[in-house]
């Protein structure tokens, strides 16, 4: 039978991950390659063509791209012209006025220069006020000489307008777009109210300058890769990964560049999800371990925690994002003595020269070098043996520099390097669960990434998390979620007004309008109507407080079902509700677009007997704070039903999940390792 | 006597120590009704050991840093240990104890553990509350002593073993104009402090109680060590510095403020010298120690979260019954004074360490409106923090427009939030060209705010250092103050600093911040980088020719003046 694939492919610092899903025999295929800075569609096709040479084959393309990002953290975007207000050119360069919370004590702080040097920033006549009222016709001669200024005397290509009070009434904008477009048709010009309708002038200008920037890289990359992949036979459309979960299609990308800058961790979140959903777990933790950060997010009955702002190298962006909570702390961090204290990062030896082990030039121990040490890590079996390890160097790192500083064994200070990673990353998980008043001990962890499997069960072990999950191909797992995707819009408008059914029925033609345009972007990715969704959203607060909750609307609520909604939330997160009657700060709605996914396979259950060990060895046991044998079990031979008591090692490559001696692990019905305490809880 | 614990477990201990104040600053945050908590971040969690021995800290604001560290010790001393049970927490909005002004409300529980005598610890949430009753709504100006400053709670029982004290807080309702956010607020900090208590419980069950506490003396030894290595890296010696502050609010008279620093090793003494006034600007001991503290930490420790042994090496003086440490009944509500006096150890160290910069425009310049929006009938308060040009240092031109180190990480208020808020109208919100000191490097630029009441209304400027300069370094120059001007343009135009007036529809204000100082001789200012200024418009042609030496054209051409080539001759 001709197979039929669906892709996805997620393009990390290091390496591209491809991972493909055979709908006819339910075969899920992982294949690595190199991440190829200079010719990014390069690395693409790389991975893709491990898994397989026929993208004819191929009925789902789903691609998550940092490149955005890079561009922007890198400073290789486009030189960008701004066009905003007269007398407000500055807004772009005052900000918020605040210093980013970890130079507090840098008296002395110099910000990194503004993306756009002020002399390409220029204002132009004409106002609106708050309420969304024409105080001033706009200036279009004055439009014109700006376009003049910025486009003939400075030689821009990409410009950026954002003017005051915008959200309420977007005329004069797209008026300056118009004016902008038709005198220069080969300038690309970005609107702020095209990304977001929401206030707060510098927010919003930081945003649509971000779009602005990216917009020219991101554009030539999604065409080449169309190309390319069209060339390779791809007849289906390619989509792309949104930061805030859901995909859209190249099309759409390209006109909305910014909504992918941070659809790199997204793809796992999505993944985590759809686990949750399928597993039924009310409370999940996603924890996702790289080799430079860690990041968090908390998932409630399969609902991932939501905000609508980000920040990218401080710069904010007004997109619809998951709330993922980052530590930088990673299996490439470095280990280092502080006047007698062990510390572990902020500072990461990343992927060149990397852990000592690599033998790549690193002289400074990593985590994964305290791995090595305590016997975690085989040394052989770093990418199925594609990759030579030191162990010795590692070794030597550890008792040099952290050993002998702190009169303990190599041994010791190797345990003591995970003790601290956990102690940083425990406090992580402790503050995203307190700001909704739970406890971390009521969710189960969900370890993936790289390092996920070797850190989760050991982190589950500290704060007494019952069981931790690890899903199939887990160092994959960001791109198997891209699988699970469906097509997603958001769209926002601030309004500020009080909640009364009064404001609900003025509020309609907003709804309206925005759920035309849900309808217009599902629409022309070809959704049909059956499979559309548009979901309505208000964004609540008690008068006076700026930090809002966001309440689903449902037909035919009334103004006092959403405010009971909303204090019942209020008071589940905060502890208390106010007698107010409530503030409607912005509308949203959700277009969606459902596409058709892999269910999660079940797998032929393990034959009688129990799983064969592939080999033995010492390893630290944190249980008893010994060594002691651990059994290594090859991920492969581990089936539905099976269950292997700790202290055990599993290995499959690319990651290896570690337990100890008062755990156990058994395999689910879809082949994912669950790992449980058999002893009480420990935090 | 527990062994001494190896530096890993020390580590990990220090770490959830420091989640626990995290954890409780997140609380606070999030269930805060007033934006001076939430957005202001004016409030202070410290974590301290059955020694009062700050054990961790999450500090609001840069200046409130070590805030809550004398509160403490007078609140205890005056309740006494062998009276305190648990689930008891306390009230204290004493300035001369709590080292603060009255509005700024200190909660602090005792904790107690299975087999410790008395409390194991204790912890301290302090916050500011909207209203406590003072003579005036909003801030006071003018207050010549305490008793017009709001009612006042030494250190008193509000939640006794676990239950509210209804009399104080019904006292507490009487005696507030904003009776809901003021109690919204205490319970916000109550639910901190349970966060806390909780939390600390649970590292004592998991590490044991007497290992967590040789962890915490061996953290505050580690606290010592390093910041004593950072000031033994200083060079030794005796420097003095002074500065103005506009006035006491009640006279137009300069009030001048003295330190003198010594470095002796791996010790500070920062000593504070100056005459008390009338007014409401004298700083209570605690105020001091805290803005001295948080100088020592950027010196010292910038990076780290606080504990007790990080000042160890320090010692703050004030002559009891000065400016620098008010006594009771002296006038203490608006505290801006701090702001002015927070750059003085600076001023006096820059005189030996070429690495700090010039003043940073020496203030916090911002404003309040209040009024009644005709269309809704609504009474609105708006306020905003807004930026100052930062000093320029040995290697760098001073920030632009960014709000005053005292309060770093502070956020200006959106114009569009202020216009939603309120009938003000935004005309214009700029950079000021030439507002910088210029020098080798330049300071940075302040910001220009005008604004137009649509409707009746007031404004309130909050400044404390629009009379006199800010300083510059080594030869660089010093930019104009901030400033205030009502009715500009108009035949009743008025330059003010700390100053409160009544607006009518139409009238405007344009609120005018300093540029940071100098740092160098402006001839010796790299004339790429004053091409770029002019070009950028940050520096205008003229003061480029005149001031600079570097005579710039609309393309960036340049050629020196005679005074720059005479200066490179020489």
């Known amino acids: 039978m001709r197979p039929r694939i669906r892709l996805a492919v997620d393009i990390g610092g290091t390496f591209v991950d491809a991972i493909a899903y055979d709908e006819t025999t339910g075969e899920l295929r992982v294949h690595k390659a190199p991440t190829t800075p200079d010719a990014p569609a390069r690395g693409v096709l790389d991975a893709v063509g491990g898994l397989t040479d026929r993208l004819d084959d191929v009925e789902a393309f789903v691609h998550g791209t940092t490149l ?70 706009l200036d279009e001669d004055a439009v014109r000489a700006a376009g003049r200024l910025l486009v003939e005397r400075h030689g821009l290509r990409s410009l950026a307008v954002c003017l005051l009070h915008s959200y309420a009434n977007p005329d004069h904008e797209r008026r300056v777009a118009a004016i902008l477009r038709e005198a220069h048709p080969e300038v690309s010009v970005s609107v702020s109210t095209d990304i977001t309708r929401e206030y707060r002038e510098y927010e919003r200008t930081s945003t649509v300058t971000l779009d602005a920037y990216i917009r020219p890289v991101l554009s030539d990359y999604i065409t080449t890769l169309e190309a390319r992949l069209a060339e390779a036979g791809l007849t289906h459309p390619l989509h792309i990964m949104r930061s805030g979960g859901g995909a859209m299609t190249a099309e759409l990308a390209r006109r909305a560049p910014l909504t992918t800058v941070l659809s790199g961790p997204a793809g796992g979140v999505v993944g985590a999800s759809f686990l949750a959903r399928t597993l039924e777990l009310p409370r999940l933790i ?134 601290v990673l956990l102690a940083r990353t425990v406090g992580a998980l402790r503050e995203i ?143 208390h509700a106010m007698p107010d009657g409530g503030q409607i700060l912005t509308l949203r709605v959700r277009a969606v677009g459902r596409l058709a996914k892999p269910g999660l396979p079940e797998l032929p259950p393990a034959g009688p007997g129990t799983p064969e060990p592939i080999s033995a060895r010492r390893a630290h046991d944190v249980t008893t704070g010994e060594f002691a044998t651990f059994q290594v079990y090859g991920r492969a031979t581990l089936a539905p039903g099976h269950e292997v008591r700790g202290p055990a090692i599993v290995e499959e490559g690319t990651s290896t999940t570690v337990i100890f001696s008062d755990q156990r692990l058994t395999v689910d019905a879809y082949g994912q390792l669950l790992v449980t305490g058999t002893g009480g809880t420990h935090d | 006597m527990t062994d001494r614990l190896d530096g890993a477990t020390v580590e990990v201990i220090r770490n959830y120590l ?86 700024d409300a200190m909660l602090f529980a005792p904790v107690f553990r299975p087999g410790h005598e008395g409390p194991a610890a204790y912890l301290a949430v302090r916050a500011h509350w909207m209203d406590l009753g003072a003579k005036a709504p909003g801030y006071v100006l003018d207050s010549t002593d305490m008793h017009q400053e709001g009612l006042i709670f030494p250190s008193t ?99 001048r403020m003295d330190v003198t620093v010594t470095v002796d090793g791996d010790q500070m003494t920062v000593e504070f010298d100056g005459q008390a006034v009338a007014g409401p600007v004298n700083l209570p001991i605690g105020s001091t120690e805290s803005l001295a503290k948080a100088i020592y930490k950027e010196l010292t420790t910038a990076t780290e979260p606080s504990n007790a042994g990080h000042y160890r090496g320090l010692e703050i003086k ?48 911002g404003f309040m409106a209040l009024g009644r929006d005709p269309r809704t009938g609504a009474d609105f308060v708006i306020s905003n923090n807004e930026g100052i040009g930062w000093g320029a240092t040995r290697d760098h031109d001073g920030a632009n427009a960014q709000q005053h180190p005292s309060q770093s990480v502070v956020r200006n208020t959106p114009i569009e939030v202020l216009e939603h808020k309120s009938t003000v109208f935004h005309e214009r919100l700029e950079l000021i060209p030439d507002s910088g000191g210029a020098g080798r490097h330049r300071g940075g630029v302040g910001v220009l705010r005008q604004v137009r009441y649509l409707a009746d209304g007031e404004v309130l ?49 344009v609120n005018r911040t300093a540029g940071g100082g100098g740092y160098g001789d402006p001839l010796r200012r790299d004339p790429s980088a004053v091409v770029a200024d002019v070009l950028d418009g940050y520096v205008s042609a003229e003061a480029a020719a005149r001031i600079y030496g570097v005579i710039v054209d609309e393309t960036g051409a340049w050629r020196p003046t005679p005074a720059r080539a005479g200066n490179h001759e020489g």
């Open chain 1, 68 to 137: 955005g990002l890079n561009a922007i953290l890198q400073r290789r975007g486009a030189a960008v012209g701004i066009i905003t207000n007269d007398g407000f050119r500055d807004l772009l360069e005052i900000a918020r006025a605040n210093v980013p919370a970890q130079h507090m004590y840098d008296f002395a702080y110099a910000p990194p220069p503004p993306l756009v040097p002020r002399r390409h920033r220029t204002g132009v006549p004409g106002r609106i006020d708050a309420q969304g009222q024409v105080l001033t016709e």
């Open chain 1, 286 to 419: 996603s924890f996702d371990v790289g080799g430079t950060s860690v990041d968090c997010c908390v998932i409630e009955n399969g609902e991932p925690g939501e905000v609508h702002e980000a920040a990218i190298d401080g710069f904010p962006l007004l997109i619809p994002i998951f709330d993922i909570r980052t530590v930088g702390a990673g299996g490439g961090s470095i280990a280092w003595i502080d006047e007698g204290l062990l510390k572990v990062g902020p500072h990461s030896a990343g992927a060149v020269p990397g852990p000592v082990a690599y033998g790549a030039g690193g002289t400074e121990p990593t985590v994964t070098d305290a791995a090595l040490v305590l016997g975690y890590l085989d040394p052989g079996a770093f990418l199925d043996g594609g990759m030579r390890i030191d162990a010795d160097a590692a070794r030597a790192a550890i008792e040099t520099e952290l050993a002998v500083p702190l009169g303990v064994t190599a041994e010791r200070a190797a345990a003591s390097v995970f003790q």
């Open chain 1, 433 to 575: 669960t307190v700001e909704r008043a739970l406890d971390p001990r009521e969710f189960a962890l969900l370890a993936f990434g790289g390092a996920g499997p070797l850190l989760g069960p050991m982190l589950a072990r500290e704060m007494g998390i019952a069981t931790t999950i690890i899903p199939q191909v887990p160092a994959a797992f960001s791109a198997f979620g891209m699988l699970m995707s469906d097509l997603e819009y958001e769209f926002a408008t601030t309004v500020l007004r009080p909640l009364s059914d009064a404001s609900l029925a003025a509020l309609e033609p907003y709804f309206a309008e925005l759920e035309e345009r849900g309808e217009e972007v599902l629409s022309a990715q070809g959704v049909k109507p059956e499979d559309r969704a548009l979901v309505r959203r208000l964004d609540i607060r008690y008068h006076g407080q700026e930090h809002s909750l966001g309440i689903d609307l449902g037909p035919g609520d009334t103004a006092a079902d959403v405010l009971a909604r909303f204090n019942a939330q209020h008071a589940a997160r905060y502890g």
């Open chain 2, 18 to 103: 420091v989640s626990v104040g995290e954890q409780m600053r997140r609380t606070l945050v999030r269930a805060a009704f007033n934006p001076v908590i939430y957005e202001v971040l004016d409030f202070g969690i410290s974590l301290y050991n059955a020694d009062l021995e700050l054990m961790a800290e999450a500090a609001g604001i840069t200046s409130f840093l070590g805030a809550n560290d004398h509160a403490i010790v007078k609140g205890v001393e005056y309740v006494g240990r062998e009276n305190m049970r648990a689930g008891d927490v306390y009230l204290m909005n004493y300035p001369y104890w709590s080292g603060a002004h009255s509005y």
């Open chain 2, 157 to 255: 029982k509000i939640v006794s073993q676990g239950e509210l004290v209804r009399d104080i807080i019904e006292l507490i309702r009487f005696n507030s104009r904003l009776p809901d956010l003021t109690i919204g607020d205490f319970h916000a900090q109550l639910a901190a402090l349970r966060t806390g208590e909780n939390r600390l419980a649970q590292v004592w069950e998991k590490f044991g109680g007497a290992t967590v506490d040789q962890a915490v003396r061996q953290i505050i030894e580690h606290g010592e060590r390093v910041a004593r290595k950072a000031v033994a890296a200083l060079p030794d010696g005796t420097w003095t510095a002074y500065d103005y502050c506009d006035d006491d609010g009640v006279t137009d008279d300069l009030i």
């Open chain 2, 318 to 365: 004030a002559a009891p019954g000065s400016f620098f440490h008010a006594l009771y009944p002296a006038a203490t509500f608006t505290q801006w004074s701090a702001i002015v006096a927070f750059e003085l150890i600076h001023k006096a160290l820059a005189q030996v360490l070429d690495t700090l910069p010039a003043s940073s425009g020496g203030d916090e310049p």
């Open chain 2, 461 to 509: 400027s909050m400044k404390k250092k629009s009379k006199t300069r800010p300083w510059a370094l080594h030869g660089g120059h010093e930019p104009e103050p901030s400033e205030m001007v009502l009715w500009p343009d108009t035949d009743r135009a008025r330059r003010v600093g700390m100053y409160r007036a009544t607006m009518r529809a139409g009238d405007r204000f």
